[in-house]
């Protein structure tokens, strides 16, 4: 069964909505990652890096604690099928979401979360809100996502997966 | 009351991101792929209306002096310039993303669509959080 996806240019535009939404409803910044961060604070204050006042993230936490609750909803609901959308498979015939692929999620979510505290910030933090703001640090940040991503793509998916 | 408000508009706007990073497909590790092989612009598109969105609104925000809810100017603070972190970080970072085709957000909606994979890689960024912490004054920044 295919799905069309929500069309870009509605859901781009919905997704930039977040960043007046957080600051004028939460006097916040957009973001995703702090989260990490703010849980092992939760439970341990050492390395230094975990000893800060965390109360300032903690929003992050209920922001995610929404999206798994979407998560949950689309397990329960059965509709996920854009997870095995059979057009993207064409392009890519992976059966990436299996259990067989453990080190891959295991390994890259260990990039995912040193990459974005060392970088300072993730998608969220640098691609749309930083460079929403014009800022410097999130534009060479979105390079350095995009330059990953494409060595990834071209030299090692297709070894792991031999496409 | 206040606590709780702040707390259920987290929350929903959390929700309102998930549905739709969910319903665009943005959360897929094929949407990803096809993205970093320039194979459809789905994904740009996505990404470059969010960022005008954003900018927009903030312009708007600016010459409006739209205060928040609470009656306060809005204030922004700039991501700090620390452009060996930044770059190398982000490289990281991209390189976990076309792994797996997840960003953050994205990962904390695996963790409820498909909790063995999502908790994998929860597991995995809490992990490498912890480790950027001991290598934290090491690093180049």
Redesign the interface.
């Known amino acids: 069964m295919n799905k069309e996806p929500l069309a870009w240019y509605i859901a781009g535009p919905m997704i930039g909505l977040i960043v007046p939404l957080l600051l004028i409803l939460r006097e916040k910044q957009f973001g995703v990652s702090s989260s990490y961060r703010y849980l092992i604070s939760l439970f341990t204050k050492k390395p230094n890096y975990f000893s800060y006042d965390n109360k300032v993230d903690a929003w992050q936490i209920q922001f995610a604690l929404g999206l798994i609750g979407v998560g949950l909803y689309y397990f329960f609901t059965n509709d996920s099928d854009f997870f095995f959308n059979e057009d993207l498979k064409n392009n890519f015939p992976v059966d990436f979401y299996s259990l067989e692929n453990w080190f891959i999620f295991l390994g890259g979510g260990f990039l995912v979360g040193f990459g974005a505290r060392y970088s300072n910030g993730c998608t969220a933090g640098h691609c749309i809100m930083g460079m929403s703001q014009l800022s410097p640090a999130s534009f060479i940040a979105t390079i350095g996502f995009f330059v990953g991503g494409l060595i990834v793509a071209y030299f090692v998916n297709p070894i792991l997966f031999s496409y | 009351m206040k606590k709780i408000t702040?707390?259920i508009?987290?929350?929903?706007?959390?929700?309102?991101?998930?549905?739709?990073?969910?319903?665009?497909?943005?959360?897929?590790?094929?949407?990803?792929?096809?993205?970093?092989?320039f194979?459809s612009?789905?994904?740009?598109?996505?990404?470059?209306?969010?960022?005008?969105?954003?900018?927009?609104?903030?312009i708007?925000?600016k010459k409006l002096k739209?205060?928040?809810?609470?009656n306060?100017p809005?204030?922004?603070?700039?991501?700090?310039?620390?452009?060996k972190?930044?770059?190398?970080?982000?490289?990281?970072?991209?390189?976990?993303?076309?792994?797996?085709?997840?960003?953050?957000?994205p990962?904390?909606?695996?963790?409820?669509?498909?909790?063995?994979?999502?908790l994998?890689?929860?597991?995995?960024?809490?992990?490498?959080?912890?480790?950027?912490?001991?290598l934290?004054d090491k690093?180049p920044h």
Not at chain 2, 41 to 55: D, N, R, Y
Not at chain 2, 66 to 70: E, Q, R, V
């Open positions: 702040n707390i508009i987290s929350i929903s706007l959390g929700a309102f991101l998930g549905f739709v990073l969910t319903e665009s497909q943005a959360i897929s590790w094929y949407r990803i792929q096809e993205m970093f092989h194979q612009f789905h994904m740009f598109g996505l990404l470059g209306s969010a960022v005008v969105t954003g900018a927009l609104s903030l708007i925000i739209i205060k928040s809810m609470n306060n809005v204030k922004l603070k700039d991501k700090p310039l620390i452009w972190a930044n770059l190398f970080g982000g490289i990281l970072f991209g390189l976990g993303w076309g792994l797996t085709g997840a960003c953050s957000a990962l904390f909606i695996l963790v409820g669509l498909s909790w063995k994979l999502g994998l890689l929860l597991i995995g960024a809490l992990s490498g959080t912890f480790f950027y912490a001991l934290k690093l």
